[in-house]
Protein backbone atom coordinates (compact mmCIF):
# COMPACT_ATOMS: atom_id res chain seq x y z
CA UNK A 1 0.00 0.00 0.00
CA UNK A 2 1.08 3.77 -1.05
CA UNK A 3 3.21 4.99 2.30
CA UNK A 4 0.63 7.84 2.22
CA UNK A 5 -2.48 5.61 2.71
CA UNK A 6 -2.33 3.79 6.18
CA UNK A 7 -5.86 1.96 7.20
CA UNK A 8 -6.72 0.37 10.87
CA UNK A 9 -9.27 -2.28 10.49
CA UNK A 10 -11.96 -1.78 13.62
CA UNK A 11 -15.30 -3.41 14.71
CA UNK A 12 -17.04 -6.93 14.56
CA UNK A 13 -18.06 -5.91 11.13
CA UNK A 14 -14.09 -5.63 10.47
CA UNK A 15 -14.35 -1.92 8.61
CA UNK A 16 -11.61 -0.20 6.97
CA UNK A 17 -10.62 3.50 8.46
CA UNK A 18 -8.46 4.81 6.17
CA UNK A 19 -6.14 7.04 6.89
CA UNK A 20 -4.47 9.14 4.05
CA UNK A 21 -2.04 11.86 3.84
CA UNK A 22 -1.55 13.42 0.60
CA UNK A 23 1.49 15.75 0.16
CA UNK A 24 -0.25 18.73 -1.07
CA UNK A 25 -4.43 20.25 -0.67
CA UNK A 26 -4.06 20.39 3.51
CA UNK A 27 -3.55 23.05 5.60
CA UNK A 28 0.16 22.54 6.85
CA UNK A 29 -0.28 24.52 9.97
CA UNK A 30 -1.01 21.87 12.50
CA UNK A 31 1.65 21.23 14.84
CA UNK A 32 0.66 17.51 16.16
CA UNK A 33 1.89 15.63 12.82
CA UNK A 34 1.89 15.49 9.14
CA UNK A 35 -2.13 16.61 8.41
CA UNK A 36 -4.11 13.57 6.92
CA UNK A 37 -8.05 12.65 6.71
CA UNK A 38 -9.69 9.83 8.86
CA UNK A 39 -12.14 8.01 6.70
CA UNK A 40 -14.71 6.06 8.40
CA UNK A 41 -13.55 5.46 12.06
CA UNK A 42 -16.39 3.03 12.86
CA UNK A 43 -15.12 1.68 15.79
CA UNK A 44 -12.24 1.12 18.65
CA UNK A 45 -11.00 5.08 18.60
CA UNK A 46 -7.82 3.63 20.84
CA UNK A 47 -6.20 1.92 18.06
CA UNK A 48 -6.94 4.86 15.64
CA UNK A 49 -5.28 7.03 17.73
CA UNK A 50 -2.79 4.51 18.66
CA UNK A 51 -1.70 4.56 14.98
CA UNK A 52 -1.88 8.15 14.13
CA UNK A 53 0.55 8.39 16.91
CA UNK A 54 2.72 6.07 15.27
CA UNK A 55 2.75 7.68 12.30
CA UNK A 56 3.22 11.12 13.42
CA UNK A 57 -0.15 12.22 11.18
CA UNK A 58 -2.50 14.53 12.66
CA UNK A 59 -6.41 14.38 11.25
CA UNK A 60 -7.34 17.54 9.47
CA UNK A 61 -11.05 16.09 8.48
CA UNK A 62 -12.76 13.26 9.63
CA UNK A 63 -14.82 12.07 6.80
CA UNK A 64 -17.57 9.89 6.32
CA UNK A 65 -18.93 7.73 3.04
CA UNK A 66 -21.90 7.11 4.68
CA UNK A 67 -23.87 7.19 8.02
CA UNK A 68 -24.31 3.45 9.11
CA UNK A 69 -22.88 2.46 12.80
CA UNK A 70 -19.88 0.99 11.79
CA UNK A 71 -18.31 3.84 9.75
CA UNK A 72 -19.35 6.34 12.51
CA UNK A 73 -19.68 5.00 15.89
CA UNK A 74 -15.54 5.73 16.54
CA UNK A 75 -16.60 9.56 16.22
CA UNK A 76 -16.98 10.33 19.47
CA UNK A 77 -13.69 8.73 21.29
CA UNK A 78 -11.54 9.56 18.57
CA UNK A 79 -12.48 13.26 18.73
CA UNK A 80 -12.26 13.22 22.77
CA UNK A 81 -9.22 11.71 23.06
CA UNK A 82 -7.46 13.24 19.99
CA UNK A 83 -8.33 16.45 22.22
CA UNK A 84 -6.96 14.90 25.72
CA UNK A 85 -3.84 13.86 23.97
CA UNK A 86 -2.60 16.64 21.70
CA UNK A 87 -4.62 19.60 23.42
CA UNK A 88 -5.85 20.34 19.83
CA UNK A 89 -6.61 24.28 20.12
CA UNK A 90 -10.27 24.34 18.63
CA UNK A 91 -9.09 25.84 15.18
CA UNK A 92 -7.02 22.96 14.40
CA UNK A 93 -9.98 20.24 15.59
CA UNK A 94 -10.56 18.26 12.47
CA UNK A 95 -13.78 18.71 10.19
CA UNK A 96 -16.54 16.25 9.95
CA UNK A 97 -18.16 15.93 6.46
CA UNK A 98 -20.77 13.79 5.30
CA UNK A 99 -23.32 13.79 2.88
CA UNK A 100 -26.61 15.91 3.44
CA UNK A 101 -28.75 12.62 2.53
CA UNK A 102 -26.96 11.01 5.30
CA UNK A 103 -26.62 13.49 7.66
CA UNK A 104 -29.26 11.97 9.81
CA UNK A 105 -27.32 9.50 11.25
CA UNK A 106 -24.86 12.22 13.40
CA UNK A 107 -25.91 14.33 15.71
CA UNK A 108 -28.55 14.90 18.97
CA UNK A 109 -31.46 12.93 16.80
CA UNK A 110 -29.35 10.17 15.47
CA UNK A 111 -29.97 7.37 17.75
CA UNK A 112 -33.84 6.76 15.59
CA UNK A 113 -32.40 5.94 12.40
CA UNK A 114 -29.29 4.10 14.09
CA UNK A 115 -32.12 1.61 16.00
CA UNK A 116 -34.29 1.41 12.70
CA UNK A 117 -31.38 0.33 10.65
CA UNK A 118 -31.41 -2.45 12.64
CA UNK A 119 -35.27 -2.86 13.08
CA UNK A 120 -35.73 -2.85 9.41
CA UNK A 121 -33.94 -6.00 9.08
CA UNK A 122 -34.93 -8.06 11.44
CA UNK A 123 -32.21 -6.78 13.36
CA UNK A 124 -32.52 -5.57 17.69
CA UNK A 125 -32.29 -1.97 18.44
CA UNK A 126 -30.43 -3.31 21.93
CA UNK A 127 -26.81 -4.20 19.67
CA UNK A 128 -26.90 -0.02 18.72
CA UNK A 129 -28.07 0.96 22.22
CA UNK A 130 -24.90 -1.21 24.17
CA UNK A 131 -23.09 1.08 21.78
CA UNK A 132 -24.42 3.77 21.78
CA UNK A 133 -22.67 7.38 22.34
CA UNK A 134 -23.91 10.87 21.98
CA UNK A 135 -22.94 11.62 18.28
CA UNK A 136 -21.34 14.75 17.39
CA UNK A 137 -22.51 17.49 14.15
CA UNK A 138 -21.36 17.31 10.90
CA UNK A 139 -19.57 20.55 10.44
CA UNK A 140 -19.57 20.03 6.46
CA UNK A 141 -22.34 18.74 4.33
CA UNK A 142 -21.53 17.21 1.02
CA UNK A 143 -23.24 17.68 -2.59
CA UNK A 144 -22.20 16.21 -5.64
CA UNK A 145 -18.96 17.99 -7.45
CA UNK A 146 -17.85 19.41 -3.72
CA UNK A 147 -14.67 19.10 -2.75
CA UNK A 148 -12.26 18.20 0.84
CA UNK A 149 -9.02 18.43 1.16
CA UNK A 150 -7.54 16.75 -2.40
CA UNK A 151 -11.06 14.85 -2.31
CA UNK A 152 -13.71 15.39 -5.21
CA UNK A 153 -17.43 14.35 -3.81
CA UNK A 154 -18.26 11.73 -5.92
CA UNK A 155 -22.33 10.90 -4.70
CA UNK A 156 -22.85 7.35 -5.31
CA UNK A 157 -26.82 6.71 -3.75
CA UNK A 158 -27.74 3.19 -3.50
CA UNK A 159 -26.13 1.43 -0.37
CA UNK A 160 -27.51 4.40 1.53
CA UNK A 161 -29.33 7.75 -0.05
CA UNK A 162 -25.98 9.44 1.00
CA UNK A 163 -23.55 7.53 0.49
CA UNK A 164 -20.25 8.96 -1.33
CA UNK A 165 -16.57 8.43 -2.79
CA UNK A 166 -13.94 10.34 -2.22
CA UNK A 167 -11.46 10.80 -5.34
CA UNK A 168 -7.87 11.93 -5.56
CA UNK A 169 -7.84 12.34 -9.53
CA UNK A 170 -4.16 13.32 -9.04
CA UNK A 171 -3.29 10.73 -6.82
CA UNK A 172 -5.70 8.14 -8.86
CA UNK A 173 -7.38 6.76 -5.58
CA UNK A 174 -10.37 5.99 -4.84
CA UNK A 175 -12.08 5.45 -0.81
CA UNK A 176 -15.36 3.76 -2.47
CA UNK A 177 -17.14 3.02 1.24
CA UNK A 178 -19.39 0.36 0.83
CA UNK A 179 -20.50 1.14 -2.65
CA UNK A 180 -17.60 -0.51 -4.16
CA UNK A 181 -16.07 -3.77 -2.87
CA UNK A 182 -12.88 -6.30 -4.31
CA UNK A 183 -15.24 -8.44 -6.04
CA UNK A 184 -18.06 -7.34 -4.83
CA UNK A 185 -20.95 -4.24 -3.51
CA UNK A 186 -22.65 -2.78 -1.15
CA UNK A 187 -26.08 -4.16 0.20
CA UNK A 188 -29.40 -2.29 -0.58
CA UNK A 189 -31.86 -4.19 1.90
CA UNK A 190 -31.69 -1.32 4.67
CA UNK A 191 -33.13 1.79 5.01
CA UNK A 192 -32.49 4.06 2.15
CA UNK A 193 -30.85 1.30 0.15
CA UNK A 194 -31.93 0.95 -3.66
CA UNK A 195 -30.42 -1.52 -6.38
CA UNK A 196 -31.34 0.99 -9.26
CA UNK A 197 -29.46 3.31 -7.69
CA UNK A 198 -26.53 1.09 -6.33
CA UNK A 199 -26.02 0.08 -9.85
CA UNK A 200 -25.88 3.21 -11.49
CA UNK A 201 -23.28 4.31 -9.51
CA UNK A 202 -21.04 1.28 -10.08
CA UNK A 203 -21.87 1.94 -13.58
CA UNK A 204 -20.26 5.76 -13.17
CA UNK A 205 -17.54 4.59 -10.81
CA UNK A 206 -16.10 1.55 -13.50
CA UNK A 207 -15.68 4.02 -16.11
CA UNK A 208 -13.01 5.51 -14.03
CA UNK A 209 -9.58 5.10 -15.35
CA UNK A 210 -8.44 1.49 -14.93
CA UNK A 211 -4.98 1.74 -12.88
CA UNK A 212 -7.21 3.65 -9.78
CA UNK A 213 -6.64 2.51 -6.48
CA UNK A 214 -10.18 1.47 -4.88
CA UNK A 215 -10.09 1.19 -1.12
CA UNK A 216 -13.51 0.15 0.29
CA UNK A 217 -15.01 -0.05 3.01
CA UNK A 218 -14.61 -3.26 3.68
CA UNK A 219 -12.03 -5.74 2.85
CA UNK A 220 -8.68 -6.00 1.02
CA UNK A 221 -7.90 -2.77 -1.94
CA UNK A 222 -8.34 -3.25 -5.62
CA UNK A 223 -8.36 -1.05 -8.96
CA UNK A 224 -11.18 0.07 -11.24
CA UNK A 225 -9.54 -2.38 -13.87
CA UNK A 226 -10.05 -5.57 -11.75
CA UNK A 227 -13.58 -5.07 -10.71
CA UNK A 228 -14.36 -3.60 -14.47
Known amino acids: MNKKIDSVTVGEIQTNCWLYAPEYALPEENTNGRPCIVIDPGDEAPLIISRL ?19 VFGLP ?8 IFSSAADESPQIGIHRL ?23 PAYVDA ?3 PLPEADILFEEGDTAGPFKILHTPGH ?12 GVLF ?3 TLFRGDRGRTDLPGGN ?6 SLKRLLALKGDIVVCPGHGPPTTIEEEA
Open 53 to 71: RELNWAPRYILLTHGHFDH
Open 77 to 84: DLLKGWKN
Open 102 to 124: DAHYLGKDALAPHRHSFTAVGGS
Open 131 to 133: LWK
Open 160 to 171: TQGSVCFFDEKA
Open 176 to 178: SGD
Open 195 to 200: EAQLLQ
